[in-house]
């Protein structure tokens, strides 16, 4: 059992925890609590830290978990192996106020262009300088839900494997492929390229959302929280589309900006 922060491994787990730079130079990146545990692919698993209490409630408290959640971590921990570490350790390098005593450390998957296109007629969603990690986490989550087939991010767009991204996506980043591009108007070019229309969320939208047709290969273009889309991106996308708003509220969250135009794109094609 490890019960020292200064710990090289646990060292390298806060590391991976804090920079950006180390998540990109190793590869890796951190998940905590029971349902990124249970949910991670096993073929991504590096690395599995367990706290002793952890491990006492799994196995004598059964108010803690579910019999059938304790059942999947007995086994999971049996079959991929973990490493103990004191209830004081996990406190210091958990990025949680609550740490639920499970924290595992994955590679990161690679995606290519080709993966987005697996099937006719693909939905995506196209997102330009997102800045806050739990909007941009909720869009992934919200993209799995809606049956999108990928999220594109420019390069200014948050980590995604920023700890509360991936709280946020509730294990959707196992699932959801995603792509960051150095130009998001040569990939808008490309999408339009092989007949996929973008249409790009903005206030003063030429019509309304749920007035057009999102059963071709579409893309749902959402932009900055502060200041929305940029000019030449706008002047990019094949139309505009616009969220009425009663009231005095001027404009949505983008990450619920996001879920009505998937979900409105998924009511179409479920219909």
Request: charged share 25%.
């Amino acid at each position: 059992m490890i019960t020292a922060a200064s710990n090289t491994r646990i060292k390298e787990v806060s590391r991976l925890i804090a920079q950006p730079k180390a998540r990109r130079e190793q590869g890796r990146f951190v998940a905590e609590g029971v349902k990124m545990f249970l949910e991670a692919p096993e073929d991504q698993l590096c690395e599995v830290y367990v706290s002793d209490l952890f491990l006492d409630r799994c196995r004598n408290d059964s108010g803690f978990l579910t019999e059938e959640v304790r059942a999947a971590c007995e086994e999971k921990l049996l079959q991929c192996g973990y490493e103990t570490v004191a209830d004081g350790v996990m406190r210091k390098i958990s990025d949680t106020q609550t740490p639920q005593g499970v924290i595992c450390v994955l590679s990161q998957p690679a995606y290519t262009l080709s993966v987005f296109f697996r099937k006719p007629n693909p939905l995506l969603l196209l997102l330009e300088d997102i800045q806050d990690p739990g909007n941009l986490g909720t869009m992934l989550r919200t993209a799995e839900g809606a049956g999108a087939d990928g999220v594109l991010m420019s390069k200014g767009t948050a980590d995604m494997y920023n700890p509360k991204t991936i709280r946020s996506t509730m294990g959707s980043v196992y699932r959801m492929p995603f792509l960051y591009t150095e130009d998001l108007t040569d990939i808008m070019g490309m999408l339009q390229s092989k007949g996929i229309r973008i249409s790009a969320a903005h206030l003063q939208g030429a019509v309304s959302y749920d007035r057009v047709s999102y059963l071709e290969g579409c893309a749902i273009l959402i932009g900055n929280e502060g200041r929305g889309l940029k000019e030449g991106t706008v002047k990019m996308a094949d139309r505009t589309v616009m969220i009425p708003m009663a009231g005095q509220v001027e404009s949505l969250n983008a990450a619920v900006a996001s879920a009505v135009l998937l979900y409105e794109a998924a009511r179409q094609r479920r219909a």
